[in-house]
């Protein structure tokens, strides 16, 4: 059952002309690839609002299909029928190139991630390498989004977004700069293969030690800040900039637009899974039985539930807050996590390092989070009630 999915693709590439096989190989790979993400997102969108309402204590889609579950659907066909306007000033070419140049990025990036044992589409030796070039494809999306169509407020929208998106991604990659120094490879398949193994009953993954678990932290709120999920949605702030660089786009386009910020969401979080949860590694030796794949969605589902949580629980930041945040906080902790991987090498298995590397870890963060709350002017809450 683990190589299932792999036997298939063999037998399909061996049974094609061998000068077509690489050809056939690599379609089946991308539409796989599409295929899941897609149904993913679909699963995902519904989950998500009945999630929400379940937090708000409303009840969510109920009306199309047993329980709501067909609301995708409904949604995708909604998509595909309304009308596209297009603004008359505004540069129609760019316009339309726009979103599909944020979807293709983050499906690109997903051909590195391995979802399983022999299931990669792309092995590279430098694979984190790639999926970090490509995903910087996306600030591009929005900038292009935000001036061609020619309105003050996706304009503001889009500058919002990019200065977003580069601030968080120094300690995005920063971040996952320690577990490049202590696997010694930017091959996301040796990445996992070095966190395979257990010691103690626990698995070897670099979560489970102090420099790993900053990172990991560090990695996780970097990466809702690039996917402009709450409560880093500014870019999207209706109350400020209505629907932020999108506000132009309707039918389709818009749908391509949220297609592409959930598949970067998958794609961030399947990174985070294979350099810091192990990849498609079970957690305990005696649960290996269980399909490779299975772990590796089970992992992303649970943080897609981390996502849905944070964004039902957290109300937005204000711009200055995301980015004294970013360069006031995340930046530092990620150099400091950086010292803390090289100290952690270099020392000698024992509780000693475990020790040293925790101090290392936690002083900065409370003398970093004194600092940052010191600037700040937050009253004591009052509650006023009419008489």
Request: contains cysteine; aromatic residues 14%; positive net charge.
């Amino acid at each position: 059952m683990d190589q299932i999915f792999v036997t298939s693709k063999h037998w399909l590439v061996k049974v094609a002309p061998a000068q077509c096989a690489p050809i056939i190989s690599a379609i089946i790979s991308v539409a796989g690839i599409i295929g899941v993400f897609a149904t993913l997102f679909a699963i995902t969108t519904v989950l998500e609002r009945k999630g929400l309402g379940r937090i708000q204590n409303r009840y969510g889609p109920n009306r199309v299909g047993p329980f709501g579950i067909l609301q995708p659907l409904a949604d995708g066909v909604k998509a595909i029928i309304k009308e596209d306007i297009v603004p008359r000033t505004a540069d129609s070419v760019v316009h339309f190139l726009a979103p599909l140049v944020l979807v293709a990025p983050v499906f690109l990036a997903l051909a590195v991630v391995p979802m399983g044992r022999n299931m990669v589409a792309i092995d590279m030796d430098a694979g984190v390498l790639f999926f970090f070039a490509v995903g910087a494809a996306t600030e591009l999306s929005v900038f292009m989004a935000g001036w061609s169509s020619r309105n003050k407020y996706s304009l503001l929208g889009a500058m919002r977004a990019i200065a977003q998106m580069i601030s968080y991604e120094v300690p995005l990659i920063l971040s996952a700069v320690t577990v490049i120094m202590i696997a010694g490879s930017l091959s996301t398949v040796k990445i996992v293969e070095a966190q395979a193994g257990y010691t103690g009953g626990l698995p070897r993954w670099f979560v489970l030690t102090p420099w790993g678990l900053a990172g990991f932290i560090l990695f996780m709120i970097a990466a809702a800040a690039e996917s402009n999920r709450s409560p880093f949605d500014l870019p999207e702030g209706e109350s400020e900039i209505i629907a932020g660089y999108y506000i132009e786009y309707s039918g389709f386009k818009f749908a391509l637009f949220f297609l592409g910020e959930y598949i970067g969401m998958f794609a961030v979080s399947g990174l985070a899974i294979t350099l810091f949860l192990g990849g498609w590694h079970a957690p305990f030796a005696f649960l290996t039985w269980i399909p490779s794949y299975v772990w590796f969605f089970g992992k992303l589902l649970a943080l897609i539930a981390v996502f849905i949580w944070v964004r039902g629980t957290l109300p937005r930041l204000r711009m200055d807050q995301l980015m004294n945040f970013a360069w006031k906080f995340m930046l530092p902790m990620a150099l400091i996590n950086l010292v803390t991987a090289g100290i952690w090498w270099f020392l000698e298995p024992a509780i000693s390092r475990w020790l040293i590397c925790s101090f290392l870890v936690l002083g900065p963060y409370i003398m970093l989070a004194r600092g940052l709350l010191q600037g700040s002017k937050v009253g004591k809450r009052t509650y006023r009630y009419a008489d």
